[in-house]
């Protein structure tokens, strides 16, 4: 593109280029920002990126990131034992973890069932998730005391992995929920499309 | 934040959410991504982000970023060494050698002026384009035939700069231009501001 860039600047421009959400604009602003930065700063991120993966591993219970063979969330005794989040993505954790409101364990998916993109049930953490109420359940602990939250996203794929999921769980005699869908916090109504009003009115509460 | 992730991937969130135009969610899909690479792929960028001042100065000309003393676009003999382009930043040279339409020189300023920020002329290169002009002056170059294009930003800080500019190389007797300013491409006209379409009419040009 810019044939007068020295190669190593044009390297670092390309890489950055190739990370999710960052455009070849940005990436020529973050290379002009790490030549005016401070070479200490410049070894500290490039060591990190570095050291990204090492000690670490998904958890063998919940497929959450983790550096121990079982990850904190999984470990946390104080945690409700019956009760599963089950999310598509390790950021989705991230983001239920910051809001102190859920108490149970999660289980991550590692994406949704997409067809089109050739991804199936075996693909994800599917039947994984079954091992594990079984397990519970082989553990006399009663059925119907374990409840399965499906939290995957109100998108086509995040819908169709859900049904997907109640199906291969119902049999199990468990309570299976799926997470409120409605008006964002902060959304305006008369911007809000059909779907989600639907949903909105679908998923009314009583005021107690 | 997530008290349950692992000390490395919130490190490298964090040194990810420093970099311009990264905010925190950015950093942590970035760092998610990172986590499903491939090993090779996150030591190239490693790599590169450290080797990214490797070997590199400003042009002692121009200031352009560059491998040698002087820069490529300076040690370019084609180009016209009597027509000079001011610029704020490296990158506005990135984006003005893309259009393949100015074959002069260059001079980054490295900054505009800005007395909030503290940034006088002392700061910028300032000096250093005057005693460029000078010595193109004493190589007995007319100073009729040097022209200055200044190429700040049309913003409050840019502008000033600029009118600074004008003010130190009048004396030069040189020739001196600032960028055409009006309305870009694929700009609305209904939607300029004042300022933009104030611009536009100064600067028309007559049918040839």
Redesign the interface.
């Known amino acids: 593109?810019?044939?007068?860039?020295?190669?190593?600047?044009q390297?670092?421009i390309?890489?950055?280029s190739?990370?999710?959400?960052?455009g070849p604009k940005?990436a020529?602003?973050?290379?002009?920002?790490?030549?005016h930065s401070p070479?200490m700063?410049?070894?500290?991120?490039?060591?990190?990126?570095?050291?990204?993966?090492?000690?670490?591993n998904f958890c063998v219970d919940c497929f959450?990131?983790?550096?121990s063979e079982k990850?904190?969330?999984c470990l946390d005794q104080s945690r409700n034992k019956n009760l599963f989040c089950v999310v598509e993505?390790?950021?989705d954790?991230?983001a239920l973890?910051?809001t102190g409101q859920f108490k149970g364990n999660y289980h991550v998916l590692h994406g949704v069932l997409s067809p089109v993109d050739g991804i199936g049930p075996n693909q994800l953490k599917i039947n994984e998730l079954k091992v594990r109420i079984e397990n519970l359940i082989n553990q006399s602990v009663s059925s119907e005391d374990i409840e399965v939250i499906i939290a995957t996203n109100p998108s086509l794929e995040g819908e169709t992995t859900a049904l997907y999921l109640t199906k291969i769980l119902k049999p199990l005699g468990i309570k299976i929920t799926r997470i409120g869908r409605g008006l964002p916090a902060g959304g305006d109504l008369d911007y809000a499309d059909d779907v989600t009003l639907t949903r909105a009115l679908q998923g009314r509460l009583e005021y107690s």
Chains 1, 2 share one sequence.
């Open positions: 593109m810019s044939s007068f860039l020295p190669e190593s600047i390297k670092v390309d890489e950055f190739r990370l999710p959400g960052i940005s020529q602003r973050i290379a002009m920002h790490l030549l070479d700063r410049i070894s500290q991120l490039s060591k990190s990126i570095a050291e990204t993966k090492e000690g670490l959450n990131i983790s550096e990850c904190k969330i993505e390790i950021l954790v991230i973890e910051k």
